[in-house]
T-cell receptor
Framework: DAKTTQPTSMDCAEGRAANLPCNHSTISGNEYVYWYRQIHSQGPQYIIHGLKNNETNEMASLIITEDRKSSTLILPHATLRDTAVYYCIVRGPYTGTASKLTFGTGTRLQVTL | GAGVSQSPRYKVAKRGQDVALRCDPISGHVSLFWYQQALGQGPEFLTYFQNEAQLDKSGLPSDRFFAERPEGSVSTLKIQRTQQEDSAVYLC?????????????FGQGTRLTVV
């Protein structure tokens, strides 16, 4: 799986959009970009994933650049409950053990009043 | 159940003690993963089950670590003769498996502290 690079930490004011970048310049054509987050003392939680098109769900939007070498997770209206570590993970369309997730150290997002 | 359940949530063990950590995955989920998360780090893969078969144990750090899933549902991670470096959060995740790229659902983890 391709390696990802994320900023160590970011701050965001409550109510504003949080834009979390991720670089994955070695991504292969069949690899997907996944985002998970981990709130303090909880297990990671799935947010969204995509291949090449932009994706949106009730939690967030995922914007993937045309060359697929980077992406941005957007939380449109951040709240204090969005304070967490956000992990960008590249994963191939594999089954079984090859579907395991390779986490980096993620981005620690702090949402403030 | 509604989600992945792990027990106990917290475990303090004396060095040299054996511990057993339990994971109840979501009913019907074929794939089950164990991860270890050290303080300030992302989770790291330990082992994988497909139903009752342990197909990958490449992430287990030593032969003191043993995992089982005898009936293809509940899984237990056992650590023998615990050492201080085993202190970490142990996370269990389950997924449907297959080719549909469905996401993995994680439990809240068991925080193991070896003193």
């Amino acid at each position: 799986d391709a390696k990802t690079t994320q900023p160590t930490s970011m701050d965001c004011a409550e109510g504003r959009a949080a834009n979390l970048p991720c670089n994955h310049s070695t991504i292969s054509g069949n690899e997907y970009v996944y985002w998970y987050r981990q709130i303090h003392s909880q297990g990671p939680q799935y947010i969204i994933h995509g291949l090449k098109n932009n994706e949106t769900n009730e939690m967030a939007s995922l914007i993937i650049t045309e060359d697929r070498k980077s992406s941005t997770l957007i939380l449109p209206h951040a709240t204090l409950r969005d304070t967490a570590v956000y992990y960008c993970i590249v994963r191939g369309p594999y089954t079984g053990t090859a579907s395991k997730l390779t986490f980096g150290t993620g981005t620690r997002l702090q949402v403030t009043l | 159940g509604a989600g992945v359940s792990q027990s106990p949530r917290y475990k303090v063990a004396k060095r040299g003690q054996d511990v057993a950590l339990r994971c109840d995955p979501i009913s019907g989920h074929v794939s089950l993963f164990w991860y270890q998360q050290a303080l300030g780090q992302g989770p790291e893969f330990l082992t994988y089950f497909q139903n009752e078969a342990q197909l990958d144990k490449s992430g287990l750090p030593s032969d003191r670590f043993f995992a089982e899933r005898p009936e293809g549902s509940v899984s237990t991670l056992k650590i023998q003769r615990t050492q201080q470096e085993d202190s970490a959060v142990y996370l269990c995740a389950s997924s449907l498996g297959g080719l549909d790229l469905t996401e993995a659902f994680f439990g809240q983890g068991t925080r193991l502290t070896v003193v």
